[in-house]
C-alpha cells in the first residue's frame, strides 16, 4: 500500500510570490491534516479537510488556505511569501479523522523563501 | 501558549541503556496521546500511543507510562540501538468531531544513542 506523497519535495519561492503544495493521502483515507515544521516553533497543525470540507483550523493568518478534492487528494496554498514561511510543511492522512485513528505522515516538502 | 511540554530538548545514551522522554500536558480535554518518531529527511512516523484510562502501555521495547492526575506521560526506551537515534515528539489530541485530527505536538527530543 502506498503511503502518503507530497509534491514537489523541494521549493525555493521568493518574498511576495505565492505557493502551491499538493498531498495525495494513503488510498481510502478521507482525512488529511497539514502541519508546519519548524525549528523555532516545532509541529504546528494547520488545518484538516474531511470530505473536501475544512473541518478544524490551526492558528495561521488568512494566507494560508487549503482545499480537497472529491479524491480526497489536497492542496495547501500559502499567498505573499514571508521570510517566516520558510519550513517543512508536511501532511498527514487517515481514515477518519476520529481520534485513535493512526495519522500517517508523508515526507514534507520543505519550502525556502529568500 | 505550548499545552504540550516535552524534555529533555537532547539525549544521549548508551547502546543498551534505557532512554526515557517526559511529557506533560495542560488540557484536561485531551485523551489521546500518541508518540512519533522522525529521521532526518522523514515525516514522523507513529511508535506507540496510550488513552488516559490506562496507566502503561508497552509495544516491544517502547512503553508509555501515563499519570493522569499529574497530567504527565513519558516515554522508556528500553535496551536502546544507534537505530533509535532519532527526534521523537509527544503529542496530544481531543477526541471531539472535527478535533482529533489536531496534534498539539511537543517541542521534540533528539535522542543519540552511542555505541
Known amino acids: 500500500k502506498a503511503g502518503v506523497t507530497q509534491t514537489p519535495r523541494y521549493l525555493i519561492k521568493t518574498r511576495g510570490q505565492q505557493v502551491t503544495l499538493s498531498c495525495s493521502p494513503i488510498s481510502g483515507h478521507r482525512s488529511v491534516s497539514w502541519y508546519q515544521q519548524t525549528p523555532g516553533q516545532g509541529l504546528q497543525f494547520l488545518f484538516e479537510y474531511f470530505s473536501e470540507t475544512q473541518r478544524n483550523k490551526g492558528n495561521f493568518p488568512g494566507r494560508f488556505s487549503g482545499r480537497q478534492f472529491s479524491n480526497s487528494r489536497s492542496e495547501m496554498n500559502v499567498s505573499t511569501l514571508e521570510l517566516g514561511d520558510s519550513a517543512l510543511y508536511l501532511c498527514?492522512?487517515?481514515?477518519?479523522?476520529?481520534?485513535?485513528?493512526?495519522?500517517?505522515f508523508g515526507p514534507g516538502t520543505r519550502l525556502t523563501v529568500l | 501558549q505550548q499545552q504540550v511540554k516535552q524534555s529533555p530538548q537532547s539525549l544521549i545514551v548508551q547502546k543498551g541503556g534505557i532512554s526515557i522522554i517526559n511529557c506533560a500536558y495542560e488540557n484536561t480535554a485531551f485523551d489521546y496521546f500518541p508518540w512519533y518518531q522522525q529521521f532526518p529527511g522523514k515525516g514522523p512516523a507513529l511508535l506507540i500511543a496510550?488513552?488516559?484510562?490506562?496507566s502503561e502501555k508497552k509495544e516491544g521495547r517502547f512503553t508509555i507510562s501515563f499519570n493522569k492526575s499529574a497530567k504527565q506521560f513519558s516515554l522508556h526506551i528500553m535496551d536502546s540501538q544507534p537505530g533509535d537515534s532519532a527526534t521523537y515528539f509527544c503529542?496530544?489530541?481531543?477526541?471531539?468531531?472535527?478535533?482529533?485530527?489536531?496534534?498539539?505536538f511537543g517541542t521534540g527530543t533528539r535522542l543519540q544513542v552511542t555505541l
Open positions: 498527514a492522512s487517515s481514515i477518519s479523522g476520529i481520534s485513535y485513528n493512526e495519522q500517517f
Open positions: 503529542a496530544a489530541s481531543m477526541r471531539t468531531p472535527g478535533t482529533a485530527s489536531k496534534l498539539t
Open positions: 496510550i488513552r488516559p484510562d490506562v
